[in-house]
T-cell receptor, first 112, second 114 residues
């Protein structure tokens, strides 16, 4: 079945450091890919998405590129802030499917 | 903006009680979902619904049931609460079957079963 694999956390960085959170997927169809963020005590919010190969999703300084050849959708940010501390989830959905497939989440902690 | 509202942020119940968690969305979405979130396990799908009165089991439906009498409302029912159902419960909605449509989540209900 379809699946999403994220790097294990927690990831701890200093403010202004470069962030990469790895995400790879397996899918029988042609999925759309999503990154969600969950701040403490809240639900998940959509951070960015990409719907076809080589698309780049971006939002709030975060970016991720849909790489079909490597089945990856890694999340990057050039300079993290303390306020970016949260849990990040990678997810996919294929055409005609009701369900979304989520990774287990990666906790990011940014230190001042 | 899509709003998904869960009726309680925190709830404490006793073992054996029947527990209702309510979720309402205001964007006329066809699909609604219930997940539970536990440390180290990510999100696990309990049930989802793709239309009024329609429901499908997710990955962990045991001990739960759902009700969708109106399009905007999706209820999760714990028939006889047990301590292993202590968890964060998240409701979500999405429009149709378009693969590029994201889910929209509520703020979650943290449920403790004593």
């Amino acid at each position: 079945g379809d699946s999403v694999t994220q790097m294990e956390g927690p990831v701890t960085l200093s403010e202004e450091a470069f962030l990469t959170i790895n995400c790879t997927y397996t899918a029988t169809g042609y999925p759309s890919l999503f990154w969600y963020v969950q701040y403490p005590g809240e639900g998940l919010q959509l951070l960015l998405k990409a719907t076809k190969a080589d698309d780049k999703g971006s939002n709030k300084g975060f970016e991720a590129t849909y790489r079909k050849e490597t089945t990856s959708f890694h999340l990057e940010k050039g300079s993290v802030q303390v306020s970016d501390s949260a849990v990040y989830f990678c997810a996919l959905r294929t055409w005609g499917a009701y369900k979304y497939i989520f990774g287990t989440g990666t906790r990011l902690k940014v230190l001042a | 903006d899509v709003k998904v509202t869960q009726s309680s942020r925190y709830l404490v119940k006793r073992t054996g009680e029947k527990v209702f968690l309510e979720c309402v969305q205001d964007m006329d979405h066809e699909n609604m979902f219930w997940y539970r979130q536990d440390p180290g396990l990510g999100l696990r799908l309990i049930y989802f619904s793709y239309d009024v009165k329609m429901k499908e089991k997710g990955d962990i439906p045991e001990g739960y049931s759902v009700s969708r009498e109106k399009k905007e409302r999706f209820s999760l029912i714990l028939e006889s609460a047990s301590t292993n159902q202590t968890s964060m419960y998240l409701c979500a909605s999405s429009p149709g079957l378009g693969r590029d449509q994201p889910q929209h989540f509520g703020d979650g209900t943290r449920l403790s079963i004593l």
